[in-house]
């Protein structure tokens, strides 16, 4: 397909948001409150086969009967579920007419996040035009995508076109009845992506790196399903260092991953939900449920930075079905002012020589509490399991707190478990050191926890890891001082 | 150059200095000597501007610039540099980052862009052969692990790199095997020039035998009770500091 840019820039135009996983439907927001007929309601709106109704619905009653989960060690006020409006309308007019408009303090970060102009537009919601540089980009990804038979679509696309993979493969990692989030979005996702590798495939290019601009506005209830077929190998970033803001308080997606035999999955995360302010109102609560299902020889990699949300509540989890499979976690949580963070994951052995790695660095200030929560569970059968695990607080100032909870279950002999911890804090003696070397108390900080989050940053892509750092130095400014 | 005059300084209502004063002249080397516990290290970490220290009384100057508003990192902008008795470590920072950082901060202070990458890298080369500092070491945490006296020929080369107007050695010589003590003095001798100016705090005459010092003072119960030539110090080495704390009652 030969296309002049003229072509290629009207092609963009029209299509805007084909590659931005947003639906087209035109339509008012649904009334408040959450019943059968609502959950209905979305499925009709999306034009869904029968059995993704049923489905919906089945979720819907069991969520019905289910409670909020108490246990994490977070206080927070819990959501009123009948006072959320379920769906509305993807929105995509532009918010304002020019940058003059959006609030200076958001530009500032954006600056300082060295986004250019045109993607500030484009997080902000202003008009914008379509860029030579991005059309071309696009093209390109599209065709080298098609050509390795690599699918990459929204989850709406996937289960108009290919339903036989989402119908074996969603809620088979997550099933509806998992927990109460995951229950809720089975009933009422809204969009999300979906990822398919075909065997023995390697895709060539970091998946979604590109859209990260068009991420800026995801759903209340995100539904994410990556499925990489015998051999094949992906890696995957999810989210958006630039901050969300979002009328939407709750957000509770789930992202499924399946490796069968040999495959690999690579699943990066940055997420910067807004945080409230530094009083603590108005921030995101962010409940998601991430799990990964390794086959025979399979691999799962997951790795977060999570600087976000007003409250988290995240355990990105390997289910190691298959004899040999690996599931790694390697995680930065920072939380600052009034934030509260519980986070970790749960490592399921099932098959014999299985091996995890969990690195967790928790980095707290202001008067914030930030927990890891692991499970470590070795089945019977699991003959010469293996995990080591390591996580490590550092606390900025005496207000904040840092918490670890690991949770080891392990039913046979062979296995072996290494658990470390560690909690610093920064010193007033390190803060010196680098400020008689000319660096000022901001940046030794940002050196510091540069350093401390050294080994989970090194996990990440290199374009993903210069702007984590970028991120972690702007989500603790003021923090000390 | 740096002009300390009768400086009071405490922490915690704990008087510490009671009353220095100093005066270094660019192209000199002053050594201060003196018991334990008697304010070398306060009188260094007041001149770098550590803030738990409060001045009661008294001023410092550098180049007729009064120090008492400038932060520490200004100070170090200015050219102060402070070869710490105990180094600190910061994990996961190699010593190379920390160089680097340490540069560019004072350069953009000045109104300079970032040292071009060719031109750090063979700094890093000229400065850890003088100090003949082995290259892997650079990658390493900065002082994590080190030992006593890698800490210490850390410090000084962090100084060659940083080219300091006046240097301050605290104890720089502690820790160092016989060998490594020639090493760094010699590369401390090496960036004397007749503009800059250095500082050293030590209890031995020996780092002396190599950094030849034009003043010699002892710091005795926060005060300078002694100055004299480089024969002050041998003096002291043969005779103890209870002859110069009885010379300051009579
Ligand atoms: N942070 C502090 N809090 C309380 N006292 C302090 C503090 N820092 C120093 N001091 C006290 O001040 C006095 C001078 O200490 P300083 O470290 O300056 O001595 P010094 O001459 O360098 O000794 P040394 O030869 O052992 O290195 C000591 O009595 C010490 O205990
Ligand atoms: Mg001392």
């Known amino acids: 397909m030969a296309y002049t840019e003229e072509e290629l820039k009207k092609e963009l135009e029209t299509k805007e948001y084909e590659y931005g996983f947003y639906t087209d439907i035109e339509s008012d927001t649904f009334p408040k409150g959450l019943n059968e007929e609502i959950v209905i309601g979305i499925s009709k709106k999306k034009e869904e086969p029968e059995w993704m109704t049923e489905w919906r619905l089945e979720a819907f009653r069991v969520w019905k009967d289910m409670e909020e989960p108490e246990w994490p060690n977070v206080t927070y006020q819990k959501p009123d579920f009948q006072d959320i409006s379920y769906y509305s309308a993807p929105n995509n007019k532009p918010k304002y007419n020019s940058l003059d408009e959006v609030d200076p303090e958001l530009l500032e970060t954006f600056k300082k996040l060295g986004i250019s102009v045109d993607e500030q537009k484009k997080l902000a919601g202003v008009a914008v035009d379509i860029v030579m540089d991005s059309v071309s980009v696009a093209t390109t990804f599209k065709k080298t995508l098609a050509e390795k038979g690599i699918i990459f679509c929204s989850i709406s696309e996937a289960i108009q076109d290919h339903p036989e993979l989402v119908k074996k493969y969603i809620g088979s990692v997550v099933p509806r009845k998992d927990n109460f989030y995951a229950a809720l979005n089975s009933a009422v996702f809204s969009d999300g992506s979906f990822c398919y590798i075909p065997k023995g495939v390697r895709c060539p290019m970091e998946l979604s790196t590109y859209f990260r601009i068009n991420q800026a506005g995801t759903g209340q209830f995100e539904r994410t399903l990556v499925i990489a077929d015998e051999g094949s190998y992906v890696s995957y970033l999810e989210g958006c260092t630039a901050p969300s803001r979002d009328e939407n308080q709750l957000h509770a997606a789930v992202v499924e991953l399946i490796a069968l035999d040999n495959a690999e999955i690579k699943y990066s995360t940055v997420q910067n939900w807004f945080p409230g302010d530094k009083e603590g109102k108005g921030g995101v609560f962010n409940f998601v449920t991430k799990r990964g299902l390794c086959e025979k020889n399979a691999k799962i990699s997951w790795t977060q930075v999570e600087t976000g949300s007003a409250v988290t509540w995240k355990y990105p989890s390997c289910v190691l079905k298959g004899n040999n499979s690996i599931g790694e976690f390697y995680s930065i949580a920072v939380t600052n002012n009034f934030q509260q963070a519980d986070t970790g994951t749960k490592m399921i052995h099932l098959g014999k020589n299985t091996k995890s790695t969990i690195i967790s660095k928790g980095i707290s200030a202001g008067k914030s509490q930030n927990s890891y929560r692991g499970l470590v569970q070795v089945n019977s059968r699991a003959e010469n399991a293996r995990n080591f695990s390591q996580c490590d607080s550092l606390l900025m100032g005496n207000r904040c707190g840092a918490h670890t909870f690991p949770y080891i279950e392990v039913k046979n002999k062979s296995a072996q478990i290494e658990h470390e911890a560690t909690t610093s804090k920064i010193g007033e003696d390190q803060i010196f050191y680098c400020n008689q070397r000319g660096i000022d108390t901001e940046k030794a900080i940002a050196l510091i926890v540069n350093g401390f989050s050294k080994e989970v940053l090194n996990k990440l892509p290199m374009e993903f890891a210069v702007e984590a750092q970028k991120l972690l130095e702007i989500s603790l400014e003021g923090s000390v001082g | ?250």
């Open chain 2, 1 to 250: 150059m740096l002009e300390v005059k009768d400086l009071h300084a405490s922490i915690e209502d704990k008087k510490i200095l009671k009353g220095v004063n100093l005066e270094v002249n660019a192209g000199e080397v002053h050594a201060i000597m003196g018991p334990n516990g008697s304010g070398k290290s306060t009188l260094a970490s007041v001149i770098a501007g550590k803030e738990e220290f409060e001045i009661k009384k008294g001023s410092i100057s550098l180049d007729g610039e009064d120090l008492e508003e400038l932060a520490p990192e200004e100070r170090a902008h200015n050219g102060i540099f402070l070869s710490f008795q105990y180094p600190v470590e910061i994990p996961g920072v190699s010593v190379t980052n920390f160089v680097k950082t340490a540069i560019n901060e004072s350069r953009k202070a000045r109104g300079l862009d970032d040292m071009p990458a060719n031109q750090m890298l063979k700094l890093i080369r000229e400065k850890s052969e003088l100090l003949e500092i082995d290259r892997k070491f650079l990658s390493r945490s900065l002082n994590e692990g080190f030992s006593g006296g890698e800490k210490k020929r850390n410090e000084i080369f962090q100084m060659a790199m940083m080219e300091p107007k006046l240097a301050i050695l605290d104890e720089t010589d502690s820790g160092l095997d016989i060998d490594a003590l020639r090493i760094v003095a010699n590369g401390v001798n090496k960036l004397r020039s007749k503009d800059n100016a250095i500082i050293v705090i030590t209890h031995y005459q020996r780092l002396l035998e190599y950094i030849v010092p034009d003043f010699v003072h002892v710091l005795h119960d926060g005060k300078i009770v002694k100055t004299g030539g480089k024969e002050l110090a041998l003096e002291l080495e043969d005779k103890g500091y209870d002859w110069v704390k009885q010379e300051t009652v009579v």
